[in-house]
């Protein structure tokens, strides 16, 4: 297999399954940690900090950097910062966004008509929802973190992201700008930050539409395993396949 | 103008706008019920128990007939009484759908995997949405009372149900069965219970997309009038054009 200087990996369904680890993935961290390679984690969940996704990497055995984990809440407050320089930003979310935003110097308001940024918030409520919608008729530019629709649990499949972010659009007929996967912000991000050339990076995943289809957007090779949400089998039948595809990452050592 | 034997008039924007009643549709209806025709009020909002209504109704001088009372909330306990008897039901939703529900002698569950029915819920969680989207994927039939997508208040457009709605819709990929108008479900539990032919009914209202467009997929006869979301100018340029077109209805007198 062709070597990288940059790895972007996806975490649910790449590293981990929920609260398991995938250990094929965490023996091919381990191996480009010691030819000197810092992976980086690239995930669209915006509810956790990065200290956050330290700490469960950790539990499974990676020591990554912080410097290396890349989130869509990270990613849509780098965004805003570097597009929107000294606006009001109101957003719904959890601490991921929240933090994401205050570290980037985002001044967060209540409401407001210049920018809002949507980020998956469990203690949702009504009130949020009229507020974002009234922001967004007033003009104010609708960022969402992800477009997912929905993530596994332990009960099952719950409504994602992009669920939430498909009821304010529905509302308002407003389209919102997506940051995560399968857009390609979060790898430009890593590229303009580390300074990398595209043809250094791969993007390592399960999920053909989220994980390849965000490389194959940004523009740089990509990397199937079968671990996760799509089959080798289905991944190899799309009209743009991964520029590889592997059982498990062990296969790339 | 015909004249007919059963007047089906949309609230909102027809009959009052917000708290405001529109006078010369309280003068049409003092008209009808002159002669003897009491007209059916027929409502997208499903928050409201039909008490509600009447009392609202009665503030702006209309004295209505609690039977003739037709919100999507009643019409979307009709339909599952109709439906799906015995049947257990969850559901999403005020007191108005939650009491038309029991008045049908509905069975309402916490969690189903027969039938979940939605309408709009301002104490809305991410508890319930999740519970909806997991029976849903679970095999349990959707419902929902109605497809708005905001309604006003002094506030500006506030999502609605239709919103809701959606986010389900998008994190399930499920489509649901929707009640109110633009369906004509109201409309034939009216002719149902009151044994109307179509000929001898009429919709009345001031929205196309919803009033106009019940009357015409029901099958009878439709009057706009130019007292709410639709301008007469706009209402005639649709292809399916209304039979009738009014200012307001004390042209109808």
Known sequence: ???????????DGTVYRGKEPINETVQFVHHLQQQGKEPFFVTNNASQTPDQVLSKLSGF???AKRSHIMTSAMAAAKYIAYHYPGKDVSMIGERGLHDALLENGVNIVSSSKEVFV????????????????????QGATFISTNSDRAFPNERGLMPGNGAFTALIQN?????PIFIGKPQGHM????????????EDMVMIGDNYDTDIMAGINFGIDTIHV?????????????SVRPTGTFETLVECI
């Open 1 to 11: 297999m062709k070597t990288y200087k940059c790895y972007c990996i996806d975490l």
């Open 61 to 63: 055995g990676i020591e």
């Open 118 to 137: 949507m980020g998956i918030d469990r203690e949702i409520t009504y009130e949020k929802l009229a507020q974002a919608c009234l922001d967004i008729r």
């Open 171 to 175: 509302s308002t007929g407003i389209e």
């Open 187 to 198: 790898l430009e991000m890593i590229r303009l930050e580390h300074q990398y050339e595209k």
């Open 226 to 238: 079968n671990t996760g949400v799509t089959s080798t089998e289905e991944a190899l039948l799309k």
